[in-house]
């Protein structure tokens, strides 16, 4: 073999080194990464293996079913939801109008004695003014007749019926800040009854839904609808029981006129339980 049979095989039998690759960029490493799902199905039975193959839709019938069944439950809990908010929301505005007006009489007793002892002389503005708005945030005052502070036609319907209690427009009232209407009747000079409207001028101004009533003494009040002890504020019907508040005409059931329904909410712990009429 002669020299250059030599080179040519010496060059023959080196490796040739490959041309250089450009590096792969970000996006094909990212799609070279190892595709593990294959190795899952082709362990899967052979009568699972196409179907873990096949793409997975819903078809427009199984959606329109789905949403549906969503609607049908909605219309179920929807009105039971709606309902029990609004019992929260109107026994929290009662509670704060009872707690407001329960502590301006506390205040003025310290201030002024006894409930018996305060001025009964004056005027139902004037007497309001002196001893019951000092935990009350006033912010209009109405004469008998004037506009403004009640609802548009003058009425607080009974709790059943159209029936309603004719004195209002009658009466003094006032709104509060957070839109609270109180009618106010000094029924003579020992007692004071409050008719009050939760949410103003909306509807249904009904006893028993935003309209509730108290009664105010200078000391023990018995008729048919209060059975009191002592001087103070309470609900109308304080001191009946549960089946007294469900016959008197003023009572809570759905025939009465639901004068004492505020009684009945305070009796059952400040809730608006099931046998409520609402």
């Not at 329960?102 to 006894?114: A, I, N, R, T």
């Not at 103003?200 to 000391?219: E, I, L």
């Not at 019907?237 to 469900?246: F, R, Y």
């Not at 759905?254 to 099931?274: H, P």
């Amino acid at each position: 073999m002669n020299i250059e049979e030599q080179k040519a095989r010496g060059q023959e039998g080196k490796p040739v080194n490959p041309s250089p690759q450009p590096s792969p960029t970000r996006g094909e490493r990212v799609n070279s990464r190892v595709d593990f799902s294959l190795p899952l199905i082709t362990g899967l039975p052979r009568s699972l293996r196409s179907l873990a193959m096949t793409n997975v839709a819903f078809t427009l019938a199984e959606v329109l079913i789905t949403l549906g069944i969503i609607g049908i439950v909605a219309a179920m809990t929807l009105p039971a939801l709606i309902t029990k908010y609004q019992k929260q929301v109107t026994v929290t505005k009662l509670k704060k109008v009872y707690s407001a007006l329960s502590q301006s009489v506390e205040l003025s007793k310290v201030e002024y004695g006894d409930i018996r002892d305060w001025d009964w002389t004056l005027n139902t503005k004037d007497f309001f003014e002196k001893y019951l708005s000092k935990k009350l945030s006033v912010v209009k005052y109405c004469a008998p007749h004037e506009s403004g502070c009640w609802n548009s036609d003058g009425k607080l319907y009974y709790l059943y019926g159209s029936g309603n209690d004719p004195s209002i427009p009658n009466l003094p009232r006032i709104v509060l800040s957070d839109g609270t209407f109180v009618a106010i009747t000094k029924q003579d000079n020992s007692h004071i009854h409050f008719m009050i409207d939760l949410n103003g001028q909306k509807s249904p101004n009904r006893y028993g839904k935003d309209c509730f009533a108290m009664t105010m003494t200078t000391g023990a009040f018995n008729d048919e609808s209060h059975r009191i002890s002592q001087a103070g504020l309470y609900f109308f019907g304080s001191g009946l029981s549960q089946e007294e508040l469900s016959t008197i005409k003023y009572g809570y059931t759905r025939n009465k006129r639901g004068n004492a329904c505020g009684q009945k909410i305070m009796m059952d712990g400040w809730q608006i339980k099931d046998d409520y009429p609402w």
